[in-house]
């Protein structure tokens, strides 16, 4: 076995202890939270918590667990996030395919106007009369349709579809394949990387989104979980320790605001975290270019 040299065995180290300290910078923030949603609410207050709660209670998600609207805020929350994402990922992907074609008249100008659109905002009321007008205010359709273009994800989706060699669309045309043939079954699986990471950026905006509900619905039936769960971290706010909750061996208990806030952030964060361990092998997974046949 070949010797390292000193300078690599040094680099190496320093590397590993990098990778290790940022791995714990990353990774604590989390398990803080963990450990005091997961303590006594009161004994939080104390301070001083770290990996592990120094008096174990599950009376914080019992506050959460327990609202007779949670499953219905949870299977909204879902749906949206499922449809937004694949309605939004089709729009998106056909619309920077289009964009990625230089022979496109005023491909420029188009283009151009797409940038300054991320950087231009009409602003919530005249949103909030457009929406209305459009008929979308109070329909699940608010929740989808307007997010249907993302111009971030599309300037992503269109540089890597015009990294693509122009080959391989010319080749498939002269075989006799349309534009919806190339698109879908040439395009979309060269490009997978970048569809696997646009998606998790869909995915986790739909699944975060809680303001739309706010402003622009008045109706129980259409609350997401993360709107209920800010309506509960609010009702706590404004009676402090008179948030009383009775378990299964009826004594009561008090729970703080700042703990349900930490069993909150958990309920939130941990579904959509399951989904990273399924997209991550297309984050590593390189482009084949070279498919062209001589």
């Given amino acids: 076995m070949k010797k390292l040299h000193l300078g690599t065995q040094a680099f ?12 714990v910078v990353t990774i604590y923030p989390f398990l803080n939270v963990l450990a005091i949603s997961l303590n006594d609410s009161l004994d939080s207050m104390k301070g001083g918590i770290t990996f ?4 174990f209670t599950l009376d914080n998600y019992v506050v959460i667990l ?3 609207q949670l499953l219905s805020a949870a299977r909204m929350t879902l749906l949206r996030t499922v449809t937004g994402w694949a309605f939004s990922l089709f729009c998106t992907s056909m619309l920077a395919y289009v964009l990625s074609k230089r022979y496109l008249i005023g491909y420029k100008f188009i283009n151009t106007a ?10 919530l009321i005249p949103t909030f009369m457009l929406y209305k007008q459009l008929g979308l205010n109070n329909t699940f359709a608010v929740y989808i349709l307007p997010s249907a273009i993302g111009i971030f994800n599309m300037v992503l989706l269109r540089n890597a579809f015009d990294a693509l060699p122009d080959s391989l669309e010319e080749s498939a045309k002269i075989d006799g394949a349309n534009d919806l043939f190339i698109f ?3 395009i979309l699986p060269l490009a997978g990387p970048t569809l696997a990471t646009v998606s998790l950026f869909l995915a986790v905006w739909q699944w975060n989104a809680w303001t739309d509900t706010l402003y622009y619905t008045n109706s129980e039936s259409l609350e997401t979980l993360q709107y209920l769960l800010m309506k ?7 009676v402090q320790f008179s948030a009383r909750i009775r378990v299964q061996d009826k004594v009561a208990r008090t729970v703080t ?6 069993a909150i952030t958990i309920v939130t964060t941990v579904p959509i975290l399951c989904v990273y361990p399924f997209v991550q092998r297309y984050f590593v997974s390189g482009i084949t270019l070279g498919a062209v046949k001589g």
Wanted: glycine share 4%; charged share 15%.
């Fill in 184 to 186: 879908f079954r040439i």
């Fill in 257 to 262: 605001s700042d703990s349900v806030k930490m």
């Fill in 12 to 23: 190496q180290v320093i590397n590993g202890l990098v990778l290790v300290l940022v791995s």
């Fill in 114 to 123: 797409f940038v300054l659109a991320m950087f231009l905002n009409a602003g």
């Fill in 66 to 68: 327990q609202h007779p």
């Fill in 232 to 238: 509960i971290i609010r009702q706590t706010e404004a």
């Fill in 52 to 55: 592990f709660p120094r008096e």
